[in-house]
């Protein structure tokens, strides 16, 4: 059976949103939300990874795994490899990173990925959904990913490009949503590439991979965690769970 790492990339100096990680959402700081539900997918030992103290002492005194990372690192990628490498003992052969801006991503969400991973060949699965609206789809906070086919519950499909604005394309366009599950080898190999002609001019790193011929399957969520990335995401994102606890 495959061993499995989630790391969850995390800082405080987000442009958008200052101190993002640390926004209360129904009186618990938003990153341990996310690092909640990691744990409740219960498919292997989690960590944060992050520069900052203010974040380290939050998750230690709720008493998480937290990893102090470099500063300079300019991708959460990079971030993670980082723990990857010098701080896990024992390698593990998948190993996820997770957005720490999805408060309300549901455990069987990360379970369902991890799953694929452990049962097929490719060297990157990350997950996507339906737009809610139009004005989400050309929203350029959100990333769309292009695939061949109409994406269902029962298969993955090829990831084909990578959007943030609204453009032409030839096939299906969806939702996509901030986690990455890599093999070990793809890890050690997309750290080793360079930063990639798109993945720059989009400011989307998961670009590099695709100019690089490796392979990323999407699957499909019915609904899609909401990723918070300004103060109005953050009043959405408290309304919504705040539904879901009555619920």
């Known amino acids: 059976m495959d061993k499995i790492a989630i790391i969850i990339p995390s800082r405080l100096d987000a442009q958008r949103l200052p101190n993002k990680p640390l926004k209360l959402i129904n009186d618990k700081e938003m990153i341990l939300h996310v690092y909640e539900s990691a744990i ?6 989690v960590y944060i990874a992050t520069p900052d103290q203010k974040i380290i002492d939050t998750i230690k005194s709720s008493r998480g795994n ?6 300079n690192h ?5 971030r993670i490899f980082e723990v990857f490498k010098k701080e896990l003992k024992s390698k593990p052969d998948i190993i996820i990173n997770l957005q720490g801006d999805m408060p309300n991503i549901q455990p069987d969400a990360i ?3 991890a799953s694929y991973m452990s049962k097929n060949k490719c060297d990157i699965g990350t997950l996507a959904g339906e737009f809610n609206s139009d004005k989400e789809m050309k929203d350029p906070n959100v990333v769309k990913v292009e695939v061949k086919e109409k994406l269902s519950k029962s298969k993955f499909l090829k990831a084909l490009n990578f ?12 939702h996509h949503i901030g ?8 890890l050690v190999r997309y750290v080793s590439l360079k930063r990639s002609k798109l993945e720059l001019e989009r400011k989307l790193e998961q670009l590099r991979a695709l100019e690089n011929k490796m392979s ?8 899609c965690p909401l990723s918070v990335d300004t103060e109005e995401d953050l009043i959405q994102a408290k309304n919504l769970m705040k539904k879901d606890e009555k619920n």
């Open 66 to 71: 937290v990893i102090k990372t470099s500063a």
């Open 40 to 45: 409740k997918s219960n498919v292997g030992e």
């Open 216 to 223: 990323v399957h999407v699957g499909y969520l019915a609904k």
């Open 74 to 78: 300019e991708t959460g990628t990079d």
């Open 179 to 186: 986690i990455y599950a890599f093999t070990n080898e793809a």
């Open 111 to 113: 379970t369902y990925l």
């Open 163 to 174: 959007f943030r604005e609204d453009v032409n394309f030839s096939f299906h366009l969806y």
